[in-house]
């Protein structure tokens, strides 16, 4: 199997959003091709959301975000556009500088979010879950899997295996296969090369 590293949460960071309304627990972050300091190509965080209200802008970069707990919410975009994610890793994609805006279903969520530069990398992200087997297409120069609820057990076609434990990342640099099997329970992948 492609050498590859399991990221732990205690690596994870805590900080508050850019509007100062909430937190992010970012995972794990990739700076830009540049070396810019102030910025990152890409992110995955996580954020509990416990009100309505605005999201922080982030001019430039696409978003997808998937419900990891809670009923769920609505987001409207402006101009007529909204999206409602109601369902366990339910995912929508909008661009970080649209004046997006949350309103709660019934109560506080969690959300699962991926921020991409545009300008710098293409993304994709797929998910599922509790599957008893999911064949995944590998594709990009990373390839990131999280395990948000229990562990999950991955198989290469060269037979080797790994096991992400819950709530742990896999990365993986330079995939040297195409495709791969997962089972366990529910997962996000996040894949991505360079635009």
Known sequence: MTPYEIITPESYVSMPWKNGLGTTVELLKEGL????????????????????????????YDRTLLLLQGVGMTLDFGQGRTAELNQYLQSTVFR?????????????????????????????????????EYTLDVDGD?????APDTELHIKSADGGEVSIPS???????????QRLVVNGGSFICRSSDLS
């Open 96 to 132: 970080g500088e649209d004046a997006t805006s949350a309103t709660l279903h019934k109560g506080p969520i969690k959300d699962f979010n991926l921020m991409t530069a545009r300008e710098h990398y293409i993304s994709r992200v797929d998910s599922g879950h509790s599957a008893d």
């Open 142 to 146: 990373v390839l990131v899997i999280y």
């Open 167 to 177: 709530q742990h990342l896999l990365r993986m640099n330079h995939p040297s296969y």
């Open 33 to 60: 091709p540049n070396g810019s300091e102030n910025s990152f190509g890409w992110r995955l965080s996580m954020a509990d959301v416990t009100q309505d209200g605005a999201f922080s802008c982030f001019t430039g």
